[in-house]
């Protein structure tokens, strides 16, 4: 079973910033393109952010474009979610995911069914 793994969510208030970080494999990591998704109680899971198996594409939700941002360092097999100006509506369990793909594709993968490998979850939790 592929261990991808999240870490970084916490407790934090309104406006403040998190670094979420997530770590797989590097046999699976080095070959796929990763995202960031994340579900509230009571919601479907929902597509964040995407980066290029390369790193240099990257997509976002319009949920959180300006506000989060997806890196991925390949040396350490890890992928990273800055996120600033945390509100209420951020408030959800965040999963991260890879997406096998060969190393030009650049399509974006906004469907949790386009990805195979997915992580627990850490929660992050805004409070006022």
């Known amino acids: 079973q592929v261990q991808v793994v999240e870490s970084g969510g916490g407790v934090v208030k309104t406006g403040d910033s998190l670094k979420l970080a997530c770590t797989a494999p590097g046999r699976i990591f080095s070959r796929s393109a990763m995202g960031w998704f994340r579900q509230a109680p009571g919601k479907e899971r929902e597509f964040l952010a995407q980066i290029s198996r390369g790193g240099g594409t990257t997509y976002y939700a319009d949920s959180v474009k300006g506000r989060f941002t997806i890196s991925r360092d390949n040396a350490k097999n890890t992928v990273y979610l800055q996120m600033n100006g945390l509100m209420f509506e951020d408030m959800a369990t965040y999963y991260c995911?890879?997406?096998?793909?060969?190393?030009?594709?650049?399509?974006?993968?906004?469907?949790?069914?386009?990805?195979?490998?997915w992580g627990q979850g850490t929660e992050v939790t805004v409070s006022s």
């Open positions: 995911a890879a997406k096998p793909t060969i190393l030009t594709d650049n399509r974006h993968f906004a469907t949790w069914s386009d990805y195979v490998h």
